[in-house]
Antibody
């Protein structure tokens, strides 16, 4: 079955960087875009961007431009999201989610289990 | 960015009730509107895409409607497993934005 398994929780100091991984299985990794979404404690969902695992092309939300880098390693079917210059308000659960599509419509399915990133001095 | 506003932010309902959640976009999103369900401690799960297409495996008591800027998610007869937070999402323009969520609680 299609599965996304993310790396474990991280604790980082302000100003540091974090890199979260998302291991995909059960489908052809390069056939589907991968998205990253975050959720601050008790808050809603925020789309950060996406990567085309086939080409490596990325689209980032404007508010994360310059701080986020999404990459992939096709040999191990894993996508990565690195966020730099961390601040306390970057404390959140970070999810990867596979892009599904039909005609021109897109949605996210499935999602990884989430990776908690805590930014604290 | 397209702002998505859900109402209500929370509601209390009983098993068997009919529940409707509204999602309004700050500009048209045509039919590029999805709905997700999230239970505590779990990742979101898609219920509906393209306004009214039910994701495989999702019970038929869930239905979606609307177009342009105004959308609804209806649960025809609320079941115990439906108590959760629901999010709408537009995929018309990047950044693909979500509503703030509607928490459905047990009355």
């Amino acid at each position: 079955q299609v599965q996304l398994v993310q790396s474990g929780a991280e604790v980082k100091k302000p100003g540091a960087s974090v890199k979260v991984s998302c291991k995909a299985s059960g489908y052809t990794f390069t056939d589907y875009y991968m998205h990253w979404v975050r959720q601050a404690p008790g808050q809603g969902l925020e789309w950060m961007g996406r990567i085309n695992p086939n080409s490596g092309d990325t689209n980032y939300a404007q508010r994360f431009q310059g701080r986020v880098t999404m990459t992939r390693d096709t040999s191990i079917t894993t996508a990565y999201m690195e966020l730099s210059r961390l601040r306390s308000d970057d404390t959140a659960l970070y999810y990867c989610a596979r892009d599904e599509s039909s005609s021109s419509y897109n949605w996210f399915d499935p999602w990884g289990q989430g990776t908690l990133v805590t930014v604290s001095s | 960015d397209i702002q998505m506003t859900q109402s209500p932010s929370s509601l209390s309902a009983s098993v068997g009730d009919r529940v409707t959640i509204t999602c309004r976009a700050s500009q048209t999103v045509s039919s590029y509107l999805n709905w997700y369900q999230q239970k505590p401690g779990k990742a979101p799960k898609v219920l509906m895409y393209a306004v009214s297409s039910l994701q495989s495996g999702v019970p038929s008591r869930f239905s979606g409607g609307g177009s342009g800027k105004d959308f609804t998610l209806t649960i025809s007869s609320l079941q115990p497993e439906d108590f959760a937070t629901y999010y709408c999402q537009q995929t018309y323009n990047t950044p693909w934005t979500f509503g703030q969520g509607t928490k459905v609680e047990i009355k």
